[in-house]
């Protein structure tokens, strides 16, 4: 198997997987949609409407009434079950930008664990005077 071909089938995976969370969950659903929200820039956050083709955010049809969604999740306002059925209906098309946003956040993870492990290390070599 080719390293494309092992990216593609995790991709595949991490797709049915948060395909199945926004149908399945609540709060995952609700989650998403700021996740994306979160990607629109600050002009595009504020006036509800996508300025700029740069694949991230919502789309120009989704842009209004998901970011007014976004806003009332990030308020603490819970959805109501026909809100519920817009997400589950208009986030699909928003996994290949999820998938990215779960990459980013879990190569932070990696780097953060990196770093706490390489100062331990040092802090080891610091009070031991070798490496142990």
């Known amino acids: 198997m080719t390293l494309t071909t092992t990216k593609a089938m995790r991709q ?25 929200y979160k990607r629109q820039t600050a002009s595009e956050q504020s006036i509800g409407a996508t300025l700029q083709d740069n694949n991230q955010g919502f789309t120009a049809t989704d842009a209004r009434g998901m970011t007014a969604k976004a806003k009332l999740i990030l308020r603490g306002i819970p959805m109501a079950p026909f809100d519920l059925v817009e997400i589950r209906k208009r986030m699909p098309k928003y996994t290949r930008q999820l998938i990215e946003i779960g990459e980013e956040r879990e190569a932070i993870r990696n780097a953060r664990d990196r770093a706490a492990t390489d100062a331990a290390a040092q802090a080891r070599v610091t009070a031991y005077g070798e490496y142990a």
């Open 12 to 36: 595949a995976v991490q797709k049915a997987a948060i395909l199945d969370l926004i149908k399945t969950n609540d709060k995952a659903a609700c989650r998403a949609v700021v996740a994306i």
